[in-house]
């Protein structure tokens, strides 16, 4: 009788894990979807700098700042401020609304979500503001530009410019470590519940596993390409060279957008890890 029981218990666990998540009410679905569009556009506006391969930019991808594809001066200027004014918005209001959304957690795994959606507000707003101050030409590709920056005779937006780059990086550093945090911290809960028969489903356990591989993956390497690009900024700077400067904030901002996409794609998943329902 006892293993009739224990198998019956094993066979009712089974059923538990291989049933399908409990779907959000309709608000709550459209509330998640809405999120995971201003996420999805967002990264894709964020990446329009790739179009650099495109368009006779005239600028050095090893060398040249992005931002620099949307100083004043440059032919395509214009274009790449609006793309990084759009992408702006769209992360920071995504950033608010998870941040309006999350879930009622424990305090050890509901603070790491306010920060994340708190830092992801704040690259979006910076990111924004960042468009609006634009340098007015390319110091990597114009010498003339660049000594009249080191004397400090280049417009007062080029240093608004560098505090709002600065605090948009920082807002993005909080929300890829803390929103990953805030990510693995839920799956292990999730990985417990499905052990001890709580109903979650095998399949999406992996799946969201996978996802959150992708995610701490993405954090390490988006940690690494900055502190290359900062290594590259400061020996720049200095007048040592660029130490691939150019290719190693491409990374940089390539990393973040493929890492919004992947957090896309968690909420889209599972998405009571960093919502909440109504």
């Known amino acids: 009788m ?3 029981g224990g198998a019956a218990r094993m066979t009712a666990l089974r059923a538990r894990v ?3 998540p409990p779907m959000p009410p309709a608000p709550a679905r459209a509330r998640v979807g809405v999120l995971v569009l201003l996420l999805t556009l967002g990264a894709l506006a964020y990446s329009a700098w790739t179009l650099e391969a495109l368009l006779p930019t005239g600028l050095s991808p090893t060398r040249a700042y992005v931002s620099e594809l949307a100083a004043a001066n440059q032919p395509y200027g214009t274009f790449f401020r609006t793309m990084d004014l759009v992408a ?6 995504a950033g608010v609304g998870g941040l309006r959304r999350r879930p009622r957690l424990p305090w050890p ?5 306010a920060a994340g959606w708190s830092g992801l507000a704040l690259f979006g707003l910076a990111t924004a503001l960042d468009s609006r101050l634009p340098l007015s030409c390319a110091p990597t590709a114009d010498a003339g530009c660049a000594e009249r920056e080191r004397a ?3 417009p007062v937006t080029h240093s608004a410019h560098l505090v709002t780059s600065s605090t948009a990086m920082c807002g ?3 929300a890829v470590v803390a929103l990953t945090v805030a990510l693995r911290m839920n799956r292990a809960g999730v990985t417990r519940s499905s052990v001890t028969g709580s109903g979650v489903t095998g399949s999406g356990v992996t799946r969201s596993g996978l996802l959150v591989h992708a995610g701490t993956a993405l954090m390490a390497a988006e940690l690494a390409a900055t ?5 590259a900024i400061a020996a720049f700077g200095a007048g040592h060279g660029s130490w691939g400067l150019g290719i190693a904030q491409r990374l940089q901002v390539a990393f973040l957008a493929v890492w919004l996409l992947v957090l896309a794609a968690a909420i889209l998943r599972r998405p009571r890890s960093l919502m909440s329902a109504p």
């Open 2 to 4: 006892a293993t009739e």
């Open 227 to 231: 502190v290359w690009t900062l290594t």
């Open 109 to 113: 795994r509901a603070r790491w979500g």
């Open 152 to 154: 400090g005779l280049v």
């Open 18 to 20: 291989a049933a399908p």
């Open 88 to 93: 702006g918005l769209l992360v920071g209001a």
């Open 172 to 174: 993005a550093l909080v």
